[in-house]
T-cell receptor
């Protein structure tokens, strides 16, 4: 099956710093999403990005589907950015139609 | 537009009991997927229902089952609970093969 790897696994930043999170996937996928998991466990949608670049405030994402990776950029980080960031690829083929999650990046932003 | 609603938010059950979790998707969405999140295994796909039919199933024992009603609401049932079933259970709502939106989750503790 498709493998999804995220790096780094852990990241500690000072408030105001920038960061880049990476998501690699092992096969062609139909779509890709980035999520932020809040302290209560809910997955918050950040980006739905099969290819190209999108921006939303201090966050932006780029997916290069032909090279099988996606990047999430966080600029001017704030303590509220802390939490776990997941990428998930959507694969549907035959009877399969599901999101496959990476192992996540745990981000801690210190004041 | 209301989001994805999962009930209950928290549950404590005893080994051997059974439990039923509920998920109401976003209005108009016909796909409901269930995921289990544990510290050791990450986010694992359980199953997906689309228009009252199970469309995909993950690699979980038969103690895990689900169903979907005509209004797209879905229930997930776990019978003969084991300690290892303690987890956060997340439900995702999609129109079909597109962006997934998650509920707040149900945190199940088996004692």
């Amino acid at each position: 099956g498709i493998q999804v790897e995220q790096s780094p696994p852990d990241l500690i930043l000072q408030e105001g710093a920038n960061s880049t999170l990476r998501c690699n996937f092992s096969d062609s996928v139909n779509n890709l999403q980035w999520f932020h998991q809040n302290p209560w466990g809910q997955l918050i949608n950040l980006f739905y990005i099969p290819s190209g670049t999108k921006q939303n405030g201090r966050l932006s994402a780029t997916t290069v589907a032909t090279e099988r990776y996606s990047l999430l950029y966080i600029s001017s980080s704030q303590t509220t950015d802390s939490g776990v960031y997941f990428c998930a690829v959507l694969y549907y083929g035959g009877a399969t139609n599901k999101l496959i999650f990476g192992t996540g990046t745990l981000l801690a932003v210190q004041p | 537009k209301a989001g994805v609603t999962q009930t209950p938010r928290y549950l404590i059950k005893t080994r051997g009991q059974q439990v039923t979790l509920s998920c109401s998707p976003i209005s108009g969405h016909r796909s409901v997927s269930w995921y289990q999140q544990t510290p050791g295994q990450g986010l694992q796909f359980l199953f997906e229902y689309f228009s009252e039919t199970q469309r995909n199933k993950g690699n979980f024992p038969g103690r895990f089952s689900g169903r979907q009603f005509s209004n797209s609401r879905s229930e997930m049932n776990v019978s003969t609970l084991e300690l290892g079933d303690s987890a956060l259970y997340l439900c995702a709502s999609r129109a079909d093969r597109d962006e997934a939106f998650f509920g707040q989750g149900t945190r199940l503790t088996v004692v």
